[in-house]
């Protein structure tokens, strides 16, 4: 895969760098400030792009602008977002035009390089990943009657995962759990919560968010 | 006016005066106080009493301050020096301070005038009786002695308010002495807080990395050796990595909330409406034109929006809240507001505690009206320089 990276601390840089490269992808372009973010993306035309929110020369949210802008204007391009801390606004803004190839992850997660690059790989090819403090806080936000409580504790797990971006082989295979008995398991998460049954990938992460941001 | 309530209101004039003689009486016992204190001190042995029965007559004063403005309704300010440190510097304020000499002005007058006026009321009692018996009670005229009582009390309260006021002057006197308090507060505010941190960071993050350090260096000694040994020592040394990184996340937000400097107060508190549960409705006048306010202040805002919103969603059963963010010259509003249940207890929960200092501690107010049936409203007015 080519991608492009925008990270200003360099020793992370270098070390999400190595990490790829040792993955066996190509790292094409690398920004250290927010505003080289989006030529850079123009210019190499990546397979995705890995992007830091806190970048010079603000360090505020100029990686997550440029992601938004690099939506717009290379409406396929995945991105995955990295952040020191995770909040369910940049969540939403990120997911705004749709699940599709959008990866939203807090940095610690990298350490767990296969979950990382699966992630990544995930976005790449259109999926999502969530990080899962991020669902977790959808999940906790309390309403009253809500129809989350009539959900078991498996069915909030596997909803959890869903709304991570995962598919089914891998649910089943971190709840240690069949595909089948999966399977089951999200229809009746769709009948609980009145959701239309959809097929799997980023149209039912969609559907899942959606309703949970609502 | 019935006859009934005529007489209740004469009765609270009177006791008013009552009252108020009884502090006739204890103004004549003060001007003794005051003269030993004065002969004590004169002779040196004593000069500690003397701004002892000083501080004793400021208690007196701010005991009618309070009465007078109980029965009128709109408070007496006061002006004091503070009476603290070592002795010569308690004399020295004591002697010095003007309103040591009001409050002797209001002792001897009070002493004359309160005695006198509680004396008229009580020979009064009996023409009203007779009179408004009579033509009110009887007649059904409106009374015309039993006014007479207010009259008197009225007349006591705006001498006492004359005589106890600080002239304009002295209120920036007070004023210095409050920031002064309310800066070593701060001060104080400061401290806890720094040290609850280091204390955080120490437990916390700090221990964490110290285990996962240990963890490495067994998985070193262990590799050659128990590679599956090892293994498990490097996943347990990621854990506590992960562990150290989201107590430190934790710390950070305490101190100031990243959101806050990504996307300024307004943003900041968007992102906390839209993460609520509620449906939150977010007004902001002015707050995003012009400079941003200090982080301190900014912090301090989002906080109390943050605990406000925790509150409504957890406690209140309301559905829907407002916030408004409001920017006045000098001032930052911060209002929110639950259409929940209401009854909101500040003693039940320690976090609108924290709140309170965080704002005390920037020299602002906070205000909460939670009457039960709701709506629970609490205002928050911050001075900044904008």
Request: aromatic fraction near 4%; hydrophobic fraction near 45%; charge should be negative.
């Amino acid at each position: 895969m080519r991608l492009v990276i925008a990270e200003d601390n360099a020793l992370l840089r270098e070390g999400l760098v190595l990490l790829l490269q040792s993955a066996g992808h190509d790292v094409a372009g690398v920004a250290s400030t927010g505003p080289e973010i989006l030529p850079q993306l123009l210019e190499h035309r990546p397979d995705a792009a890995v992007l830091d929110v806190r970048m010079p020369p603000g360090f505020r949210d100029e990686g997550l602008r440029a992601a938004l802008a690099a939506r717009e204007s290379l409406p396929d391009l995945p991105v995955l977002v990295l952040s020191q801390y995770v909040e369910e606004t940049y969540a939403a803004e990120l997911l705004g035009g749709g699940a599709r190839g959008v990866g939203y992850l807090l940095k610690d997660r990298v350490g767990r390089v296969d979950e990382f690059l699966d992630a990544l790989e995930r976005v790449a090819s259109g999926g999502t990943a969530l990080d899962p403090e991020v669902v977790t806080e959808l999940l906790s936000r309390r309403r009253q009657g809500s129809p989350l409580d009539s959900l078991t504790a498996r069915e909030r797990e596997v909803l959890q995962l869903m709304a991570e971006g995962h598919d089914n082989a891998t649910i089943a295979k971190s709840l240690v759990i069949t595909e089948r008995s999966v399977h089951k398991h999200i229809g009746n998460v769709f009948t609980k919560l009145d959701l239309p049954p959809t097929e799997g990938g980023h149209r039912r992460v969609r559907a899942v968010l959606a309703y949970l941001n609502g | 006016m019935t006859m009934d309530a005529a007489i209740r209101r004469a009765w609270l004039a009177t006791r008013h005066l009552l009252i108020g003689a009884a502090v006739s009486l204890a103004c004549y016992l003060m001007l003794g106080l005051l003269l030993l204190g004065l002969v004590a001190t004169l002779l040196i042995v004593g000069a500690g009493i003397l701004p002892e029965t000083v501080q004793t007559v400021r208690r007196f004063a701010s005991f009618e301050r309070r009465r007078v403005g109980a029965r009128t309704g709109e408070g007496v300010p006061q002006a004091y020096l503070p009476l603290t440190g070592p002795v010569a510097e308690r004399l020295r304020h004591a002697t010095t301070d003007p309103a040591t000499y009001r409050d002797l002005r209001w002792v001897l007058a009070q002493l004359v005038y309160g005695l006198v006026l509680c004396y008229l009321s009580l020979i009064l009692w009996l023409p009203a009786i007779i009179v408004d018996g009579i033509w009110c009670g009887v007649l059904g005229r409106r009374p015309v002695v039993l006014p007479v009582f207010d009259v008197l009390a009225d007349l006591s309260c705006s001498w006492s308010r004359g005589l106890l006021q600080p002239p304009p002057g002295a209120d920036l006197a007070q004023r210095v002495e409050q920031l002064t308090e309310t800066r070593a507060g701060a001060v104080a505010a400061h401290g806890a807080e720094l040290r609850r941190i280091e204390r955080d960071l120490h437990d916390g993050a700090q221990a964490r990395l110290v285990s996962l350090s240990m963890r490495i260096g067994l998985a070193k000694r262990a590799y050659d050796r128990d590679p599956e040994a090892a293994r498990k020592l490097l996943d347990d040394a990621q854990d506590q990595a992960e562990q150290a990184l989201a107590e430190l996340r934790h710390v950070v937000r305490g101190i100031h909330p990243p959101v806050l400097t990504d996307r300024g107060l307004d943003g900041a508190v968007r992102a906390l409406a839209a993460s609520s549960g509620l449906s939150v409705e977010v007004a902001a006048d002015g707050v995003t034109d012009g400079p941003r306010a200090p982080a301190a202040v900014e912090a301090a805002a989002y906080f109390v929006v943050a605990e406000a919103l925790t509150n409504a969603a957890k406690h209140s059963g309301a559905t829907r809240a407002e916030v408004a963010l409001t920017r006045t010259p000098g001032m930052l509003r911060v209002l929110v507001r639950d259409h929940g249940c209401g009854g909101a207890d500040e003693s039940a929960g320690s976090g609108l505690i924290g709140v309170r200092r965080r704002v005390a501690a920037l020299d602002g107010t906070v205000s909460l009206t939670s009457p039960a049936g709701g709506p629970t409203e609490i205002e928050v007015e911050l001075p900044c320089a904008w």
